[in-house]
Nanobody, 124 residues
Framework: QVQLVESGGGLVQAGGSLKLSCAAS????????MGWFRQAPGKEREFVAA????????DYADSVKGRFTISRDNAKNTVFLQMNSLKPEDTAVYYC?????????????????WGQGTQVTVSS
């Protein structure tokens, strides 16, 4: 089992940057594939990015490709989401998620473990 705690959210102007962190408990963090999802008010939760156990494989939603970068440090049990060139439409609560082998890394229902979320607000 793994527990996840996100941090790094905040208020930023359009065009700015933020780096989210997700700290995981447990000694088997490196076994888990990790994902970032987000949910804006009144909208469905959506996939943002995912990374495999070693960090060698990543996937991004089209809406963030080229602006966001997911990475992980297995020695520190942490996954990161570097967000650059932020837009007002990036405003949402961002969640990290973990699972040993999600059947589809883009679908939240396949992740068993979730953090509590961190708010990101981008002003225009």
């Amino acid at each position: 089992q793994v527990q996840l705690v996100e941090s790094g959210g905040g208020l930023v102007q359009a065009g700015g940057s933020l780096k989210l962190s997700c700290a995981a408990s447990g000694r088997t963090f490196s076994w888990y594939r990790m994902g970032w999802f987000r949910q804006a008010p009144g909208k469905e939760r959506e996939f943002v990015a995912a990374i495999n156990w070693s960090g060698s494989g990543t996937d991004y939603a089209d809406s963030v490709k080229g602006r966001f970068t997911i990475s992980r440090d297995n020695a520190k049990n942490t996954v990161f989401l570097q967000m650059n060139s932020l837009k007002p439409e990036d405003t949402a609560v961002y969640y990290c998620a973990a699972d040993i082998r999600p059947e589809n890394i883009r679908i939240g229902a396949y992740y068993n473990y979730w953090g509590q979320g961190t708010q990101v607000t981008v002003s225009s």
